[in-house]
């Protein structure tokens, strides 16, 4: 083999690694993106065992990866996967314990 083709070959190499090192760049970025954080308001959750009935169901459901409950301010901060579960479903879940979630009016 030629010095230049040996030199093509390695350069070709680089080109390769350097795609593949940004795929992996990309992939990662995306699987950041992939989470998600949805503040719900629970206007009857006002104790802590309300709280714990309410965490309860959300920490058993797939996707969902931390759960923070503000008794005071009836929120419900909820990190999860948006690919594995969607913020209706969150809120189905809640409403499933027997508490309403305040849907929040959007504006423009
Ligand atoms: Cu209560």
């Given at each position: 083999?030629?010095?230049?083709?040996?030199?093509?070959?390695?350069?070709?190499?680089?080109?390769?690694?350097?795609?593949?090192?940004?795929?992996?760049?990309?992939?990662?970025?995306?699987?950041?993106?992939?989470?998600?954080?949805?503040?719900?308001?629970?206007?009857?959750?006002?104790?802590?065992?309300?709280?714990?009935?309410?965490?309860?169901?959300?920490?058993?459901?797939?996707?969902?990866?931390?759960?923070?409950?503000?008794?005071?301010?009836?929120?419900?901060?909820?990190?999860?996967?948006?690919?594995a579960?969607?913020?209706?479903?969150?809120?189905?879940?809640?409403?499933k314990?027997?508490?309403?979630?305040?849907?929040?009016?959007?504006?423009?």
């Open positions: 083999m030629s010095l230049n083709r040996e030199m093509e070959r390695k350069q070709k190499m680089r080109i390769k690694l350097a795609v593949a090192a940004a795929a992996l760049v990309l992939m990662n970025g995306e699987a950041i993106a992939k989470e998600a954080t949805a503040n719900i308001t629970v206007p009857k959750m006002d104790c802590d065992s309300c709280a714990v009935v309410i965490k309860r169901a959300l920490t058993k459901t797939a996707g969902v990866k931390s759960t923070a409950i503000d008794t005071d301010k009836r929120l419900v901060k909820v990190v999860y996967e948006d690919s579960v969607s913020e209706a479903q969150l809120h189905q879940t809640i409403e314990t027997g508490f309403e979630v305040k849907v929040p009016v959007k504006t423009k």
